[in-house]
Antibody
């Protein structure tokens, strides 16, 4: 059974940092690209970042470029999102998703999400 | 960037009725279009990919159609568990934006 379990969310002050993690199991993690998708309170879904299966290619949505860094450790079946210089508008539930298909691919599996709140 | 526009924002239907949701892309995305369902307090789940292929375990009452810039998600007969928010997403070009969602509510 495919499982994606996010952790690392919490309350952080503006300008602060957080590192989200996603533990993957039930599939060959090292052959799948992965994405982070977020959802602000009461809002829709927003794609945040993509990483290829080998970790050699990464993409970001414009609003997080230069502040967020996606990475992965295939030996640990884990995906990460380092978030720096956090802003109030980064407040959201962050989902880890498995990708398959062209570009960022379709998100065929989702974690349960981890909540990030940026507030003073 | 490709803008995805869903309509209507809210659709009210009764159980047993047929329903159709629309998703329009600002430029062609071929058939690289997915639909997701999200219920309150839950993560989204994949319903349809490749514009018309049902994901594993998705009932046949859900169907997707379209290509290029116009797509639809159709429910042949609504069940109580289908009332939720639905999002489309294109994955043909960067960035892979989602539509703003359609809320399907009980009439």
């Amino acid at each position: 059974e495919v499982q994606l379990v996010e952790s690392g969310g919490g309350l952080v002050q503006p300008g602060g940092s957080l590192r989200l993690s996603c533990a993957a199991s039930g599939f060959s993690f090292n052959i799948y690209s992965m994405n982070w998708v977020r959802q602000a309170p009461g809002k829709g879904l927003e794609w945040v970042s993509y990483i290829s299966s080998t970790g050699s290619t990464m993409y970001y949505t414009d609003s997080v470029t230069g502040r967020f860094t996606i990475s992965r450790d295939n030996a640990k079946n884990s995906l990460y999102l380092q978030m720096n210089s956090l802003r109030a508008e980064d407040t959201a539930v962050y989902y880890c998703t498995r990708a398959s298909g062209p570009v960022a691919g379709k998100a065929d599996y989702w974690g349960q999400g981890t909540e990030v709140t940026v507030s003073s | 960037e490709i803008v995805m526009t869903q309509s209507p924002a809210t659709l009210s239907r009764s159980p047993g009725e047929r329903a159709t949701l629309s998703c329009r892309a600002s430029q062609s995305v071929g058939n690289n279009l997915a639909w997701y369902q999200q219920k309150p307090g839950q993560a989204p789940r994949l319903l349809i990919y490749g514009a018309s292929t049902r994901a594993t375990g998705i009932p046949a009452r859900f169907s997707g159609s379209g290509s290029g810039t116009e797509f639809t998600l159709t429910f042949s007969s609504l069940q109580s568990e289908d009332f939720a928010v639905y999002y489309c997403q294109q994955y043909n070009n960067w960035p892979p934006f989602f539509g703003q969602g359609t809320r399907l509510e009980i009439k």
